[in-house]
C-alpha cells in the first residue's frame, strides 16, 4: 500500500464531471496485429508496470489523499475494449473515435487505465490496410508524460523479435484495509508532515537568494507569471465532449531549423505553435494585443526515478510572442522568453517547488474544483494562462509490439474549465506529432489548427531557409582570434602569479564557431592556470559562440543579459558560474582585441547594408527584441509596414 503524493493526488481533485484527468495516447501498428496475440503479450508484461493492478481507496472524509492499493480482483479483460473502426475505416473515423473514448471518465474503482484496440486501418494515407490501433488513457494521478512514455518501453520491443521477460512473481494482494487502518495512518501523517516542511523552507530560501541575483542583475527580464496572460476563446468553461487531432512533422526539419537559428528544438515546436495560434486567433479575429501565455510542464525526475510511475514534474510560464507578426523574429524572442524561464527554473529549484504540493488540504480541494466549474468563476478572472504545450521526447528508433511495428504515437492531456487548449508534442523515430486537444465548444474547428500547425512549420522553415541563403551568399568575416585572446589571458597569469582573482575553482570554456575550442581556468591548483583542453574536476562548463565571448571579453556584453538572451549557456553549478563572472575583468584588455571588435563590427555593417539592384533597402525599424527589422521597406519609405511611422 502507497500513499499517493500531494502532486499526483491533486490530479484526483481536479477531476469533474466535465473534466477527466487522464492522459491518453493513439498508436497506429503496422500490419494486422491478432486481438489475442495482443492481449496475451500485455498479460505477460503487466506486472512490469504496478500501478496497471493497483486501485485507489480513500480516506474517510478525505482527511488524507488516497492510497495506491493491490487490487485483489484485478481482472484484465475489464481494462480491454475490442472493435472495428467504422467505415469508411479512414483518419477522420479514428479521430473521431479518440475523441469519444477520450471523453468517457474511468472507474476510480479499478485499476485507472483502459486501452481499445481499433482493428480495420483500411483507408489511412501511408498506412497499410489492415492496420490496427491502440487508443490507451492512464488517469494523470498515477503517471506524467515521462513515465507514460516510459510504459510505451515496458511494452515495445527493440526488434521484431519479442524480447524475453521474466515471469512475474506469484501474487499475494494485501487486503484492502479498512477505515479504522486508514484513519490511523491519516493521524500519523498528520502529526509528522510538517516536521517536513523546515527543510523544504530552507531549500526555498537558497534558491529565493540565488533567483535575486538574476533578478537584481537584469530587473526587466523577470520570468512570465500567473494570471499576465490575455483573454482569449481557450479560456472558456468546457463541456465533457472531447475533440482531438494531430500534425505529423518530420523532427529532421526541426533539427535543422534548429541548428540554423543556434535555438532548441523546443524553441522551433514552440514557434510552430505559435504560428498556429496567431493565424487562427486572427481568423476569428480574437488576437490580443499582447502576448499569449504557455504553460510549459517541466519535468524534474532524476535519473533514480528514472521508470518509475507518478508524477515528477513542475511548470514554466512562457510568453509565445504572438503579437509579432515575422516568424523568425517570433521564434527568436520565444528562445529568449524560454531561455530567461529556464534560468529561473534553475535557480528557485522546480523539485522544491512540487514538494510545496504535500501540502495541499486534501479535503477541500476537491470540493473548491467543483464550485470552480458550477459557478463558471473562469469567466470572471484573467486566465492563469491561455493554453498548455507539453513536449515529451520519445524513443527515435523503431518499436515493435509482437513483431508489428509501431508507425506513429501521438498523445493527448486532460483539459480544464478556463483552460480548454491542450497541445501535447511526443518525438517518435524521427516524426513529431503535435496534437491539440479541446472541447468541441470552444474549438468546434479543431480540424483548421492542425492543418495551421503545418503551415506554420513550412512558414517558418521557409523564412529560415531564406534568410540562411542571403546570409551565407555573403563573404563571412574572419574568424575572431580567440585563441589568440586565451593565450593572453594564460601567459598574464603566468607572469602574474599572485593576480586578485577571488575565483577559487575549476571552470570550462567551451568556445562554438569557425574554430571550436576548449579552455580550462584552473583556479585553485598552485599555480593557477590557463590552459587549451578539458577537465573532469570542471565545476561548470560555459559555452558560447566565438563572436560573443569577443564582445563579453571586451566589456561590451554583460554575462547576465548574455545568459538572458541565450548567448552564454551554462553546464553544471550555475553558481560557480556566477562566481565565475568577474573573473575576466582582473585581466587588461589586449589591444587587438578591441581592433578585432571593429573589424567584425565594419564587416558586419558591410553585409547588412548589402542589397540586390532590384530589392527596397531593408527597414530601418528595430524589433521588440531591439535588433534590426529584416523585412524590406515600402516603395517611398524607409519602413515596413509593420514599423510606419504613426
Known amino acids: 500500500m502507497q500513499e499517493l503524493s500531494g502532486l499526483d493526488a491533486s490530479f484526483l481533485y481536479l477531476e469533474t464531471d466535465n473534466a477527466p484527468m487522464h492522459i491518453g495516447g493513439v498508436s497506429v501498428i503496422e500490419g494486422s496485429l491478432a486481438f489475442d496475440t495482443f492481449r496475451e503479450l500485455l498479460l505477460s508484461r503487466i506486472h512490469l508496470i504496478p500501478s496497471f493492478r493497483q486501485r485507489l481507496v480513500t480516506v474517510p472524509f478525505s482527511l488524507d489523499r488516497p492510497y495506491a492499493v493491490d487490487d485483489p480482483h484485478f481482472n484484465i479483460d475489464r481494462h480491454l475494449q475490442h472493435i472495428a473502426l467504422p467505415k469508411p475505416a479512414d483518419w477522420k473515423q479514428l479521430r473521431k473515435l479518440a475523441s469519444r473514448v477520450f471523453s468517457e471518465p474511468l472507474d476510480r474503482s479499478r485499476p485507472l487505465w483502459e486501452m481499445v484496440f481499433v482493428e480495420g486501418l483500411d483507408n489511412i494515407p501511408q498506412v497499410p490496410p489492415g492496420s490496427v490501433a491502440l487508443i490507451t488513457k492512464v488517469h494523470h494521478a498515477i503517471i506524467d508524460g515521462v513515465s507514460g512514455a516510459e510504459i510505451l518501453g515496458l511494452l515495445f520491443d527493440l526488434t521484431p523479435e519479442p524480447r524475453p521477460v521474466p515471469p512475474?512473481?506469484?501474487?499475494?494482494?494485501?487486503?484492502?484495509?479498512?477505515?479504522?487502518?486508514?484513519?490511523?495512518?491519516?493521524?500519523?501523517?498528520?502529526?509528522?508532515?510538517?516536521?517536513?516542511?523546515?527543510?523544504?523552507?530552507?531549500?526555498?530560501?537558497?534558491?529565493?537568494?540565488?533567483?535575486?541575483?538574476?533578478?537584481r542583475a537584469q530587473p526587466a527580464n523577470l520570468p512570465t507569471l500567473p494570471f499576465t496572460a490575455p483573454s482569449t476563446p481557450f479560456n472558456a468553461p468546457i463541456s465533457g465532449e472531447r475533440i482531438w487531432n494531430t500534425a505529423l512533422l518530420s523532427l529532421d526539419r526541426i533539427k535543422k531549423l534548429k541548428s540554423v537559428m543556434n535555438v532548441t528544438v523546443n524553441d522551433v515546436v514552440l514557434a510552430i505553435c505559435a504560428g498556429a495560434l496567431r493565424r487562427y486567433l486572427l481568423e476569428k479575429n480574437a488576437l490580443p494585443k499582447r502576448p499569449l501565455v504557455a504553460m510549459v510542464p517541466v519535468s524534474v525526475r532524476t535519473n533514480a526515478e528514472k521508470n518509475s510511475m507518478g508524477n515528477q514534474v513542475s511548470m514554466m510560464f512562457l510568453q509565445l510572442a504572438t503579437h509579432v507578426a515575422d516568424p523568425i523574429e517570433r521564434l527568436e524572442e520565444i528562445h529568449q522568453n524560454a531561455t530567461r524561464g529556464k534560468a529561473y527554473q534553475a535557480a528557485m529549484d522546480a523539485k522544491s517547488l512540487v514538494q510545496y504540493s504535500e501540502f495541499i488540504p486534501f479535503g477541500l480541494a476537491g470540493q473548491a474544483a467543483r464550485l470552480y466549474t458550477r459557478t463558471q468563476l473562469s469567466n470572471r478572472h484573467r486566465p492563469i494562462f491561455n493554453c498548455v504545450i507539453t513536449n515529451v521526447p520519445g524513443p527515435q528508433i523503431p518499436l515493435y509490439i509482437a513483431g508489428k511495428r509501431l508507425l506513429a504515437h501521438m498523445g493527448a492531456a486532460p483539459i480544464l474549465d478556463g483552460i480548454s487548449l491542450m497541445i501535447p508534442v511526443f518525438s517518435y523515430n524521427g516524426v513529431v506529432s503535435i496534437s491539440p486537444f479541446s472541447s468541441p465548444e470552444v474549438m468546434p474547428d479543431l480540424d483548421n489548427f492542425a492543418r495551421y500547425l503545418r503551415e506554420s512549420a513550412n512558414e517558418l522553415e521557409a523564412a529560415i531557409l531564406a534568410q540562411h541563403a542571403a546570409e551565407t551568399a555573403v563573404s563571412a568575416p574572419p574568424a575572431p582570434p580567440v585563441r589568440e585572446l586565451f593565450t593572453f589571458l594564460a601567459q598574464t597569469l603566468a607572469d602574474n602569479p599572485d593576480m586578485p582573482i577571488k575565483a577559487k575553482g575549476v571552470y570550462q570554456f567551451a568556445i562554438a564557431g569557425q574554430n571550436p575550442q576548449q579552455w580550462v581556468f584552473d583556479l585553485q591548483s598552485d599555480p593557477r592556470r590557463i590552459y587549451e583542453g578539458s577537465s573532469d574536476a570542471a565545476a561548470c562548463t560555459i559555452k558560447m559562440a566565438d563572436e560573443h565571448f569577443m564582445r563579453l571579453a571586451a566589456g561590451k556584453l554583460d554575462a547576465t543579459v548574455a545568459f538572458m538572451q541565450g548567448k552564454l549557456r551554462i553546464d553544471g553549478d550555475i553558481g560557480a558560474a556566477i562566481e565565475f563572472g568577474q573573473v575576466l575583468t582582473a585581466f587588461p584588455t589586449p589591444p587587438q582585441l578591441r581592433e578585432a571588435e571593429e573589424v567584425a563590427e565594419e564587416e558586419t555593417e558591410r553585409g547588412q547594408t548589402q542589397t540586390n539592384a532590384d530589392e527596397s533597402p531593408r527597414c530601418l525599424g528595430t524589433t521588440k527584441a531591439g535588433k534590426p527589422c529584416r523585412n524590406r521597406s515600402l516603395p517611398d519609405s524607409d519602413y515596413c509596414h509593420h514599423h510606419q511611422p504613426g
Open 168 to 215: 512475474p512473481e506469484p501474487r499475494n494482494p494485501d487486503p484492502i484495509p479498512n477505515e479504522l487502518e486508514l484513519m490511523a495512518r491519516s493521524a500519523y501523517n498528520f502529526a509528522t508532515r510538517p516536521l517536513k516542511l523546515p527543510g523544504i523552507l530552507l531549500d526555498t530560501a537558497k534558491a529565493t537568494l540565488k533567483a535575486g541575483f538574476l533578478t
